[in-house]
């Protein structure tokens, strides 16, 4: 599929998600429409229970929307109805997810917890754990490729876990509440970390945040509020 360079990475139109039915039914999203650019690093802000995490959870495949529409690099993968038969596929080769907790696999090294999903995805040993140390080296923990997760920090843990969500070069990555745990150093580092990954690989990037710490970084902010979305414009500090 050709994609041309003004095709935006992530497009969701008219996004609606209900839980339940009849007089106990929820609309947690009410048409929701949102845009996000190749290397671009959007924030998603909003109070708790405003549809953030339903949103996220819709775009990654996790839940399925009631209504409407989204796209991944020009394509349909949701169009009233998943358009896509293999959704594991989806998750596992075009969406990278970052967590609040790191939720790194505590018995592999950090070499392995970033070549795993590669390799699940078809790639060679050699060539996953390859793909694993340049991220790794990129994102300043290379010297800690042989180690087990136990030995690292709570930034090291960070780092590694998102050079996972880029292992298989995905164009969307899903951030819900990356910097939550963080002081305010470690929380401005991920984000620039986040921003210069972007720029990097031409990955769209949403972050769901409350952290008033790294607000201000963004250019761009989606504000979630009765179940709709609301473009504002951010402060675009640089972190």
């Known amino acids: 599929m050709t994609v041309a360079n003004d095709t935006p990475a992530i497009r969701i139109q008219g996004l609606k998600k209900r839980y339940g039915a009849g ?8 048409g929701v429409d949102m845009t996000v650019a190749p290397g671009e690093v959007v924030g998603l802000i909003g109070p708790s229970g405003s549809g953030k995490s339903t949103l996220l959870k819709c775009l990654g495949a996790v839940i399925e929307p009631t209504a409407g529409r989204m796209e991944i690099s020009g394509e349909a993968i949701y169009d009233d109805g998943w358009k896509l038969d293999d959704l594991r596929a989806l998750r596992r080769d075009r969406i990278g997810f970052i967590f609040q907790a790191p939720y790194l696999i505590s018995f592999l090294d950090v070499t392995d917890n970033v070549a795993l999903l590669p390799m699940l995805a078809g790639a060679r040993n050699a060539d996953a754990r390859a793909r694993a140390r340049e991220l790794l080296d990129a994102l300043d923990v290379g010297h800690r490729a042989a180690a087990r997760i136990s030995q690292l920090s709570g930034g090291e843990q960070q780092r590694v876990a998102i050079a996972r969500a880029l292992a298989n070069r995905p164009p969307v990555i899903l951030a819900d509440e990356p910097t939550a745990p963080l002081d305010s150093e470690r929380a ?50 640089a972190p």
């Open 188 to 237: 401005l580092t991920v984000v620039r970390i986040l921003n210069g990954m972007a720029a990097k690989f031409q990955a769209a990037i949403i972050v769901v945040t409350h952290d008033e710490k790294i607000i201000p970084t963004f250019r761009r902010l989606y504000h979630i509020r009765d179940g709709k979305t609301h473009e504002e414009p951010g402060e675009g500090r």
């Open 23 to 30: 007089d106990t039914a929820v609309d947690a999203l009410k």
